[in-house]
């Protein structure tokens, strides 16, 4: 076993480790009669031997199971999944195909690292203060995270795929789901993109909105990213992107309880990824609700399709 922490696992001492740690430990021990602590620096260890035992495995290896998937697909790294004990579980209804790893989510590492940027960090620049701390919910491999970090703020990025936080320069890094987020600090700016608000798990939305408000400082913003007006209606739609590759949003089904299994396709000439995934749509006034029902009130809608959203503590 490796005790050293690889740089490519960023795990931040937070209580989620510890806990994930303790999940590790027993898996390996069996169940113990008595209670288990584990100090960080352990914690980190078992993290690192999972690592450890992921890369000696190959880039498609399977030294760990994940659950919930079949593996047809064949593209699934064991680095890719969520912990359970010593295995890993990708989120029910979500899935990723196509090169390298894929997180719990379907999101494809690779490619997040080649997705360009648009206008979004000046959207957020414009509408926060100059160099405010930003807790970015959800930072993939950083393509915010790098631009905001370009245009002067301080951003912690968090994110819970070890191999997305892996790509991320600059930012300190916290790897865990948000909805369990308790880092007991503040901060100016949460921000909440790429249009997590819509989890179709209603419970995970609310535990996604309410780790922004624990983290909020007074006087504060959450900056939320939605989902536009005809995203589920105007399908199959597809933009050739300038970049070189062209996305397709190929179906939005509903699988029950007002929820839509979204399928996305991202064609380069090298390589394509399919994402699918749960999505919940919400009107302005579901979305209103949404915040109301966590403490939060819509500040100003940024943009004039609605799409950016600054909230507020409500009273
Ligand atoms: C669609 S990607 C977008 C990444 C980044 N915001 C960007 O625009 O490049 C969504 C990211 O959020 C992460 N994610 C989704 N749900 C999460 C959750 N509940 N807890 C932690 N991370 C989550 C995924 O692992 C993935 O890296």
Known sequence: MNATVPKSVQISPHR???KRARRALRAVVGSLPVRIAISTPVCNVLLAAVADQQERS????????????????GNWRAGAGRWTGMELKMREGYEGTGP???????????????????????IIAAAVPRGAHILELGSGVGRMTHALLERGFTVTAVDESPEMLERVRGARTICGPIEELDLGEKFDVVLLASFLVHAGDAEIRRGLLRT???????????????????????????RVDPSGFTL????????GDGVNSVRAEYEFPDAVWTHTFRARPLTKEQFEEALRETGLRVDEYLTDDGIWVRAVQAA
């Open 16 to 18: 989620l480790s510890q």
């Open 58 to 73: 190959g880039p498609h290896g399977t030294a760990l199971t994940r659950t919930g998937d079949d593996g047809r697909h």
């Open 100 to 122: 390298g790893a894929i997180t719990p989510d379907g999101c494809a590492v690779e490619l997040y690292s080649r997705l360009p940027i648009g206008e979004e960090p000046d």
């Open 212 to 238: 922004c408000v624990r983290h909020l400082a007074e006087g504060g913003s959450v900056l939320i990213q939605r989902e536009g007006e005809d995203y589920h209606t105007n399908v199959p739609r597809e």
């Open 248 to 255: 397709r949003i190929v179906s939005a089904e509903p699988v």
